[in-house]
């Protein structure tokens, strides 16, 4: 990819999110600094920078707003926690 694009690539994407300790070594052996796996998350400190989950992107700017004010995951908890207590 670098050769073909002509600049360096330092992040890596796993191929249809398929990773295991093996990849992450090769990852790292190929220089890159992090990847990106398709886990949906917040990435805290405590996650590895080989092992980075991601935030969709709404299709909406209200979605967009309502997702990084942090409503869509109180929202997701309370519906969580309501489903909960039903079973």
């Known amino acids: 990819l670098e050769s073909w694009m002509q600049r360096p690539i330092h992040h890596f994407c796993y191929p249809a999110g398929d990773y295991n300790a093996e990849v992450i070594n090769e990852v790292k052996r190929?220089?890159?600094?992090?990847g990106l796996t398709v886990n949906y998350g917040v990435n805290g400190p405590e996650v590895s920078p080989f092992e980075l989950r991601r935030l969709g992107l709404p299709p909406d700017l209200a979605g967009f707003k309502c997702r990084n004010s942090g409503l869509e995951g109180r929202l997701h908890r309370l519906r969580s926690a309501s489903l909960n207590r039903l079973k």
């Open 30 to 34: 190929a220089g890159h600094l992090s």
